[in-house]
C-alpha cells in the first residue's frame, strides 16, 4: 500500500430539513389546530483514529465528504429524520489542521478518539411550535439550519517507541529488517529508503516495542534538500532516537555532526530526544578503528554506543533490549541518569 502523510479534505455536514406548516384535519374536528412537525437535524461529520491503519492514501481519491441533510417535518406533529453521520477512520497519530495549517484542531493519538469535524444544522421548527394563547392558528414554520463545511489537512505523524536517523546508506532498513518482520528495500545506494517504515519487535521483549524507519537526512535537510526531512515528523513522537552511523566511512563522527545540525535546526525537542549511537557496519573495520571512533563520539555523546553489523545480525537484539529497558523506565516515572556515561560491556558499548 502506498504511504500518504499528508492529505487536504473538504467536508460538509448536512443541512437541517425544514419545519412543516400543517393543521389536523379529521371528520368531526372543525378547529383541529397547527400539527406541523420539526425537521430533522444534518449529519455531522467525525474522525476517529483506528489502528489497522498507517497513511493517508484513502483520501488522496476521495477528497470530498458530504453528511445526509435531515428531512423535512410532517403533519400530525411528526418530526423528519435526521441525515446519517459520516465517520472518517484516519491512523493512530493523525493530526487534524485547519485549511491554513495554523491551528491544531484535534490530535488523535490514541486508538479510538474521535472528534467531531462539523455540526450538522438544527432542523426547522414546525408551526405547532408558534401557537400560543393569542395566536391559535399559525402558519408560520422555519427552514433549517444549514451544515457547517471546511477544508481540513489530515497529517500523520507515526507513533513509535524508536525512531531511526541517519544520512542515506547507513543501514537503517537493514537493521530494522534485522530486528523486526518488516521488509523495507535495502541496497547498496543512497536512498533505498523512499517513504517511512514500520517495524514491530516480537520475540525478544515482553511487550511489543514499535520501531519507525525514515528515509536518510543530507545536509541541508532543514531547507527542504533530500527526502528525509518531509519525514521527520514521523520520529518527534518516539520515545527514544537510535543514530545509525556507518562506521566504514571515512569520517563518521562528522556525518554524526551533520545529523545532529540538522536535527537542532529541524526541531530543538527532537534534537534533545534521548539517542543511542549505533556503530553500524563493523564487520568490516578492525577494532582499534571502531574504539577510536568511540572516543571521539563521546566528546559529544556520552550516552551508550553500540558496535553493531545489521549484515550478521551482531548486537542489534542487544541495542533494542536496552532501548526497550529505557523505554520502561522512562514510562514508569523512574528517574535515571539517562544520560550516564556507560562503561565498555561485551557487546562493544
Known sequence: ?????????????????????????????????????????????YAVAASNLNTLIDYRYQQHFTAKNGMGGAGQNRTGK????????????????????????????????????????????????FKS?????????????????KWVWLKLKLIADIGLVGLPNAGKSAFINCVTNSKSKIGNYEFTTLTPHLGVVKAYTDKEVVIADIPGLIEGAHYGKGLGHRFLAHVERCSIIIHILDASLEDPVKNYLVIREELKKYNHELYNKTEII???????????????IKSSLRKYNDNMIFSISALLKENCIDLIRYANDFIARNNDNVKGDANKTHEDCSCGV
Do not use: H, W
Not at 384535519?25 to 437535524?41: H, L, Q, S, V, Y
Not at 472518517?88 to 495554523?102: A, M, Y
Open 133 to 149: 394563547s393569542r395566536i391559535q392558528a399559525p402558519i408560520k414554520s422555519t427552514p433549517g439550519e444549514p451544515g457547517e463545511e
Open 82 to 129: 435526521s441525515g446519517d453521520d459520516i465517520v472518517l477512520s484516519v491512523p493512530v497519530g493523525t493530526q487534524i489542521l485547519d485549511s491554513e495549517k495554523d491551528v491544531e484542531i484535534a490530535d488523535l493519538v490514541n486508538e479510538g478518539d474521535r472528534v467531531l469535524l462539523v455540526r450538522g444544522g438544527k432542523g426547522g421548527l414546525g408551526n405547532i411550535n
Open 1 to 45: 500500500m502506498k504511504f500518504l502523510d499528508e492529505a487536504k479534505i473538504y467536508i460538509k455536514a448536512g443541512d437541517g430539513g425544514n419545519g412543516c406548516s400543517s393543521f389536523r384535519r379529521e371528520k368531526f374536528i372543525e378547529f383541529g389546530g397547527p400539527d406541523g412537525g420539526n425537521g430533522g437535524a444534518g449529519g455531522n461529520i
Open 278 to 292: 549505533a556503530l553500524n557496519k563493523t564487520d568490516i573495520c578492525d577494532a582499534c578503528c571502531i574504539n577510536n
